[in-house]
């Protein structure tokens, strides 16, 4: 039997209560979000509890115990004031990047709604444990769907069309040139890289194309909103459509083929909608080349969301490859091979989180 050390246990012990901290900061972090409090600081602060209920229309005592718990977090600092009524809490600079400034590629104010969305179904999660069922995407509501999109877009306004897209050269070269190249963004969900390439290349033409009706109908609005919805159209599609097959100069992924219940058949869809001289490219997490226990910090955060969304997404179809979030290249080999790809590249695009894999038909 193993021995047990009083070390390993309250090493532990302490792991889960600041685990617990954490979590119960993103929870801060959400409101502050969600009720506009850090945009009410950023605009008007520093500002006592009185003053931001006034700001951000807020309860007053509501407003003390979240400015005072953001100070203790380190959150907000104190610009003023001893008293609770008096006390002015103001957000740094350097805070705001990261909690507001939603362009900025330090902004992870929409990880709490990740948090909040999962969190949301995990009653039911626990009888799909025991059932084997799985729990729709849409059910997760807009906190997950918002918290993804948001996410994910500060990577593609920042990156996409300066650092990754450019880096593979015969692509971009297409994307610049004439006639206007046809774009395929696969699974888009609300549209935030369908409309970055876009915005990155104003001679293109991009269709955004997902099952998600809701995500769809985000999707036409942020692209009306982004200007650029004559260039770029939203269909809630099957990509297998045999009207789409060899239409498309550049076919993308974002994110999305470790999710899908039929990734095989999905590539395979992406390779009929790529035209002759085409490209495929799919961009998804950049898991370990291979289990190891415990992981890095990238990995545990992965593993994280696996069984209590991806995977679980996509359980409900008893036929569903049931991937989960941990895709290693091993596996997108696999799926791609028995797609009808020729062969799989890794392209050497720095991401900290996703890796870039272009697939020759």
């Avoid at 506009?36 to 209920?53: I, K, V």
């Avoid at 969304?309 to 895709?327: K, Q, Y």
Wanted: charged share 25%; hydrophobic share 45%.
């Amino acid at each position: 039997m193993e021995k047990v050390t009083s070390e390993q246990r309250d090493a532990l012990v302490g792991r889960l209560v600041t685990s617990l901290t954490g979590s119960l900061e993103l929870l801060h972090v959400y409101l502050g979000d969600r009720l506009g409090l850090y945009r009410a600081l950023a605009d008007h602060g520093p500002l006592n509890a009185s003053g931001l209920a006034d700001a951000a229309g807020i309860h007053p005592r509501y407003a003390r115990e979240w400015l005072e718990e953001q100070a203790v977090a380190g959150f907000l600092t104190i610009a003023d004031g001893d008293g609770a009524g008096s006390r002015r809490y103001g957000l740094p600079a350097a805070h705001a990047d990261v909690l507001l400034h939603a362009d900025e590629l330090s902004f992870m104010a929409p990880l709490a709604l990740q948090l909040v969305g999962v969190a949301g179904v995990m009653p039911r999660l626990v009888e799909a444990f025991r059932t084997g069922e799985g729990i729709p995407y849409e059910d997760y509501g807009p906190d997950i769907r918002q918290g993804i999109a948001r996410s994910n877009r500060v990577m593609f306004i920042n990156l996409l069309g300066t650092e990754w897209l450019p880096a593979i050269a015969d692509v971009d070269a297409r994307l610049r040139s004439q006639p206007p190249a046809r774009v395929a963004d696969v699974g888009c969900g609300t549209g935030v890289s369908t409309i970055a390439i876009a915005r990155a290349y104003p001679n293109v033409r991009v269709e955004g194309i997902d099952l998600d009706r809701v995500s769809i109908d985000e999707a036409r609005a942020n692209a009306a909103a982004a200007g650029v919805h004559d260039r770029v159209t939203f269909e809630v599609r099957d990509a297998g459509d045999p009207a789409l097959a060899g239409s498309f100069d550049l076919v993308t992924a974002f994110e999305t083929i470790h999710d899908m219940a039929h990734p095989v058949d999905a590539l395979r869809a992406m390779r009929g909608l790529c035209a002759p001289g085409g490209a495929v490219l799919v961009v998804d997490e950049r898991v370990a080349d291979e289990f190891t226990a415990p992981g890095d910090e990238l990995e545990r955060l992965m593993y994280g969301f696996s069984a209590t969304h991806c995977l679980a997404a996509a359980m409900g179809d008893p036929e569903s490859a049931m991937t989960g979030t941990i895709m290693r290249p091993s596996t997108l080999r696999r799926y791609a091979q028995e797609a009808g790809f020729e062969r799989v590249e890794i392209r050497p695009i720095e991401s900290e989180v996703w890796r870039s894999y272009r697939l020759y038909p």
